[in-house]
């Protein structure tokens, strides 16, 4: 499993590649650092059109006819560099080895923000 970015429209000459897999094994204890430095948890970030989820749900054996799914979500690029600038800062990260992630997610992120493009992650599984 792995948390990729996914922008809302293509920057020209942006590699948005990441691996996202370290991200996910570590998203509980990111995400509880995140609260302690008061800045919104990664995992706060995941959103998905309802038409993705309806289809993974019946891949899964599940129907999802009665089930009112969310609108897909795209949040500002500058409040996701917050969250992983204030998560790179703290020496935690670093031995969590999701520092490599989060220096993807800033370099993805910032060129978002200077583009005015919206962003969310999705699960890769």
Known sequence: MAYFIVLERKIAGLDTNMDGKTLSRHIESLDAEARQLGVRPLSEFFSIAPEQASEFMRGEGVDAGDIDLPPL???AAQEGLTTVREL??????HTGHAA???RECERILSAAAQHGVGW???IAI
């Not at 790179?88 to 990260?93: F, G, I, N, P, Y």
């Open 73 to 75: 979500q795209q949040f």
């Open 88 to 93: 790179l800062s703290h020496t935690q990260v």
């Open 100 to 102: 490599e992630d989060l």
């Open 120 to 122: 969310h992650f999705e």
